[in-house]
């Protein structure tokens, strides 16, 4: 693949750093996805939360209309898929924090507990796939 | 509260949601093609994202020490510093450990939903179980005293 190739990668880059540096310099916040979603389950923050997720939602379909449509291909089985979204639900709210929270904001801001969670979600994710893909 | 914060939240989704959209994050496969160093046709797109982000967030992160307050806040709400511990290795090493098994995380995952596409409906209910069963339970037995 040619450089060329890793620009959509490069430009969404940007733009989800755009969106954290708003929410930072503006509202004061971190963009955190788990903790933004988490906090408005329980109840807290419940306007700016419901209004980030509205938007989370709405763009991609906003990026469909004037673009491309984002193609999305699922190949966990259904138990893979349903015991993948507990783990990532339960370990996102007990580590504080997922890809976007530790390893956005937290790795910008130089913080440790960002880098170590970071460093250890990483290196799990990686084995876990990698050994599913040898194993398949 | 000041109106225009919501304006301000919305308008940080919307860019959250199209950047994950644009950057090809959104798909599960794609995020495989990184996690999955043996396939055999790595895809090193998810560094070129997470690069892109640092890029804009690192500027605004030196900005924001600079600042005494947020434009429409009184102050900054920042997790304090805190030592690493034992829950957060942990959450981090189970959130790693989905995230593996099935290529989504929270934000993709919340982005999707107005695609359509009934797997990834179900990560984010079997997702909202995962965080209710934490706050509700298990936060619950470490802290007797309830919640403010």
Not at chain 1, 107 to 119: I, K, N, Q, Y
Not at chain 2, 1 to 14: D, F, K, Q, T
Not at chain 2, 140 to 147: A, K, N
Request: hydrophobic letters at 55%; charged letters at 10%.
């Amino acid at each position: 693949m040619t450089l060329a190739a890793y620009l959509p990668a490069l430009g969404g880059g940007l733009l989800l750093g755009l969106a954290a540096s708003l929410l930072l310099l503006v509202n004061g916040r971190i963009a955190g996805i788990s903790g933004i979603f988490g906090r408005l389950l329980g109840g807290q923050q419940a306007g700016t939360g419901l209004v980030f997720v509205l938007g989370l939602v709405l763009g991609p379909l906003l990026v469909s209309s004037l673009h491309a449509r984002p193609q999305l291909t699922v190949d966990a089985t259904w138990p893979q898929l349903l015991l993948a979204g507990l783990l990532v639900g339960f370990g996102t709210r007990l580590g504080s924090g997922c890809t976007s929270g530790h390893g956005i904001l937290g790795v910008a801001r130089g913080s440790r507990r960002s880098l170590a969670a970071t460093a250890v979600f990483l290196a799990c994710g990686l084995a876990t796939a990698t050994l599913l893909g040898l194993l398949s | 509260m000041n109106p225009w914060r919501l304006v301000v939240a919305l308008l940080a989704g919307l860019l959250f949601g199209s950047g994950l959209a644009l950057s090809g994050m959104l798909d599960p496969a794609r995020v495989l093609g990184f996690l999955d160093l043996a396939s055999g046709h790595w895809d090193p797109s998810l560094l070129f994202v997470l690069g892109g982000a640092l890029v804009v967030a690192l500027p605004a992160v030196q900005l924001q020490r600079r600042l005494a307050r947020p434009l429409l806040d009184t102050e900054f709400h920042l997790p304090p510093t805190a030592p690493v511990d034992r829950s957060l290795l942990l959450g981090a090493a189970l959130f790693g450990l989905g995230w593996g098994l099935a290529g989504l995380c929270p934000g993709p995952a919340l982005a999707g939903l107005g695609l359509g596409i009934a797997k990834v409906n179900g990560f984010v209910a079997a997702m909202i179980v995962g965080m209710v069963l934490h706050d509700r339970g298990l936060a619950r037995r470490e802290t007797p005293v309830p919640r403010a």
